[in-house]
């Protein structure tokens, strides 16, 4: 994979699928692309990686500063403690009056509620069979809707003006009570429609029923009262109704958020067990999870851009809530994506991973040696060897490895020995779909299994 | 006990209850600034909340039904009716209602009426009533809170309202005292008192195990101790509102020469600056010197890091951008911050102002002081509002002196065209105690003799930080068991405790300053647990403002020597 010349240049241009060194940035993008495509995600992580870095770096020629900051910084943390070693703070007093606001409220409600379901029956009857002719409507209203007497009301009941010949009394159609022209309210029938049927689309002009409600007059009369009851109603159906489209995607926007929080703490997760030399997790894991939080980086980016396109005046709530949004995704990336540990270098891991298998070996040499003196001590050598120790020690190696070298003996029948495949398999198959939890929890029973295995032969030697 | 954390936890709950979602918080203009102090707008972002809106100022009529709207609103009868017209025709899908103090169940029910769309989701008390600045100390924002040396009403009902939200957010059922011979002190105590027996449902906390002494609540005058809000600071904190003011948290930076637009107002937040809460209270010396070596480090790494070869270095570089971003921002802002402070310090020889101030304020030595002050006000370095602080405390230190030269250094603050008229005001305004013991010059009390000797053989450490406000002296005397009752009594007949409470309260009307936070924050280093709270935190310019209008309607009775200069026309 590395040639032994220059290889520190060469080390960051390693394509991550086929291992192919691509000297080059632009050649590495364009082979990507080339042999790679498929994998169109990691591409356009990538290249932003790239773009990111590039803008940083021409606008700003100083780096790594953030450390310098740390570390000055840090020292003074001790000489300015702070106050009062903090004890769990518990929230203070909270009282609760929902108990007694609902026991107002509901009672009222309810009655509202009945009352407004009757006005709803009238309407629902007052609109269907509905007669075309003016006089006609006016008779089929007044059958349905018992109207008050007239003589024996003498001022409109809102206003409080006498009715004579120019302010004539009115009728509410619904509750059929008496008011004067400037104290009525006009509901068209369309909306009318949409009341007493939620689902009711608003009539397109070819419909059949429009015929009917074209008449520009074609309304009903009611009373302040029963309108406000009405669109009482109206407003509460359409709140539970209406989804704007901003609503849908804050929704998805807002579950890539809660999904990609796992991976984050995964990935740390993955990175130190590698800096700690554990084989349990690959660079390739680090690497297709690293690509997998910059796809969702990417549909975050996309869909607060989104809400931010969406329609709306300008200057308005609307939009200072569309604004808010995209600035509180884009912190959510940059805190939270852009600054994942970098993915430590292939040579780097194998260096520690040496280093353990080094140490390991010393420390089973070290016990052999002293067993080796106790046995001298007690003029026990000869009688038996250690073949135990050899193994273990290659064993060992091949832990790290991922016990590639059991593999050789598959063709046994050993029951032990197909469960280990079977783990392999299952351990092939969490990779392949990224759910690293499972990786460890199978890694550790495949290790508890080679390790009986390993006792088993021991003893039939 | 952190009063930072206890509103927090408040907000945080609202925020929990109203469940996932887009979010709008309505709010009123005081309740807006009590949460500015908790959490920064960009904190609130991440918990969904994208909208912010003030119930008592104009609207706009837009529905946004999908929103879920958290209202945290003062009980006040101007809101309650606001609210009910929101409710009346709601703007938005939800609402989870949060007042931030006692509410008359009447008016729960008057909202419950208006109800009529079933929108109202919540209901509760959460008693984030205060505005909390470091973890120790809370204000009430109320710039004047006396007239004619009594309460004003307005006040009187905010002060209460604002001490039962500590004390009920941090679960507290305190004894009270307050300082004997203050009527205001007196007031607000009783005040207090009768508002805890009234809702004793709400203070049914448990109470402390046998033989632990019940929290205190310790309520000063301002008038006892008028010298601490005079002397120039020298802790971070202290010298940034005194210089150039701190209001909510805010520094107003745009009469500084040469400033960048986006430092034109920065916020100070204990809460959200790692660097402003580890030097709160670090003097002015240490301070430089760590800016300064933080600044030399930068450029020496920025000297070592021009070049990136590897992409290695590319990544890394990408990585700690974003820290490196908010850190550098930060050390930028305070840099701007300490050296504007150095300049004013330098220009105003406020280092020689300063040891002239802690010297009358800590040693008698009148005919020397004396020529000094005489001195320095006349020479045009000292700024006019400094030549009357010298003044100021000169003609308290020396009010009865026999030789007291108070009118003759007012005649040349006059020929400067300063504000006389406020020395026979700031006369008025300090108390009997504060005379009697704070500025005796001729009686000689033998407990403050021993402690002054003591103090003049141990050595002076620091000329400019040598004053003790009297607060710290009373905190030690109460936490080493000393009997206050005679002048501090309790408003009730307690059994006086024999062991010292281990939870103080204090509160300061008329203002806290954040040198008392500074004695208080000390104390709570070596395991106290004191809060300091005040109707506001002064400085000395908004001191002055106090005094006016404390002393405003009130009789000349300490200052008719002075006559000339009782009246702020003359000048």
Known sequence: ?461 | MNVIKAIQLYIDKMIEEAGPGMKILLMDRETTSIISMAHSQTDMLQKEVYLFERIDSGRSNERLKYLKCIVFIRPTRDNIIRLSNELKSPKYGSYFIYFSNIIPRTEIKALAECDESESVREVKEMYADYLCINSSLFSLNIPTCLHSLNWQQEALERTVSGIIGVLLSLKIRPTIRYKNGSQPAQNLAKRVFDTINKESSLFSFKPPENGVPPPLLLILDRRDDPITALLTQWTYQAMVHQLLTIKNNRVDLSNVVGVPNELKEVVLSAEQDDFYSKNLFSNFGEIAVTIRDLIESFQKRAKEQKKIETIADMKNFVESYPQFKKMSGTVNKHLVVISELSMQISKKSLLEMSELEQDMACRADHSAQLQRVKKLITEERISIEDALRLILIYAMRYERHANCGTVGLLNALKARNGRTHLVPKMLEYISQSARNELFNTTKIDAVKLTRNLIKGLKGVENVYTQHVCVLKDLLEEILKGRSIDQQYPFISSEVPYRRPPTEIIVFIIGGATYEEAFAVHQLNQMGYRIILGGTTIHNSESFLEEVITATNGAPFKHSRSLQAFHNASNA
């Open chain 1, 1 to 461: 994979m590395f040639s032994d010349d220059n290889s520190d240049i060469m080390e960051g241009f390693i394509c991550p699928i086929c291992k192919s060194d691509q000297k080059k940035l632009e050649s590495l993008l364009q082979h990507f692309e080339d042999k790679h495509s498929e994998e169109k995600d990691l591409v356009q992580t990538f290249r932003d990686v790239f773009k990111i870095a590039k803008k940083k770096i021409l606008n700003l020629d100083e780096s790594q500063l953030s450390k310098t900051f740390d570390s000055t910084l840090k020292p003074n943390k001790s000489f300015n403690q702070l106050e009062f070693v903090e004890d769990n703070q518990d929230i203070g007093l909270v009282k609760d009056h929902i108990e007694y606001f609902t026991a107002i409220r509901n009672p009222r409600l309810e009655r509202f509620a009945t009352e407004t379901n009757k006005l709803i029956i009238r309407l629902n009857k007052l609109l269907t069979n509905r007669p075309q002719d003016p006089q006609q409507i006016k008779l089929h209203e007044q059958n349905l809707v018992p109207w008050i007497d007239g003589k024996l009301v003498k001022l409109c009941p809102s206003c409080a003006k006498s009715f004579f010949l120019t302010r004539r009394q009115h009728h509410c159609r619904i509750c059929g009570s008496v008011m004067c022209n400037e104290c009525s309210n006009f509901l068209s029938i369309d909306d009318s429609f949409s009341i007493i049927n939620p689902s009711y689309e608003k009539s397109k002009p070819n419909s059949s029923e429009e015929i009917i409600l074209k008449e520009p007059e074609d309304s009903i009369r009611l009373c302040s009262h029963c309108l406000h009851l009405l669109e009482n109603r109206k407003q509460m159906q359409d709140s539970r109704s209406v989804r704007p489209p901003i609503y849908n995607l804050y929704e998805k926007l807002e579950k890539i958020k809660k999904d990609v929080a796992p991976d984050l703490i995964m990935y740390e997760k993955i990175i130190t067990s590698l800096y700690d030399g554990n084989s349990v997790y690959t660079l390739a894991d680090a690497g297709a999870l690293r690509g997998k939080i910059g796809h969702s980086a990417e549909i975050l980016d996309d869909l607060s851009k989104k809400i931010l396109g969406q329609k709306c005046a300008k200057g308005s709530r609307e939009e200072a809530l569309q604004k808010s949004i995209r600035l509180a995704a884009i912190k959510f990336i940059k805190e939270n994506m852009l600054t994942l540990p970098p993915i430590p270098l292939e040579e780097e891991i194998k260096k520690i991973q040496q280093k353990r298998i080094t140490e390991f070996n010393q420390k089973i040499e070290r016990d052999r040696r002293l067993a080796q003196e106790a046995f001298e001590r007690y003029d026990l050598s000869g009688n038996a060897g250690f073949p135990a120790t050899s193994r273990t020690t290659g064993s060992a190696m091949t832990s790290v490895d991922n016990w590639s070298g059991y593999q050789q003996q598959t063709n046994t029948c050993d029951p032990l020995v197909e469960q280990i495949n079977i783990i392999k398999g299952y351990i092939k198959q969490a990779r392949d779909a990224m759910r690293f939890e499972e990786i460890a929890t199978l890694e550790q029973n495949l290790s508890e299994l080679q390790h009986e295995y390993w006792l088993r032969s021991q003893q039939k030697e």
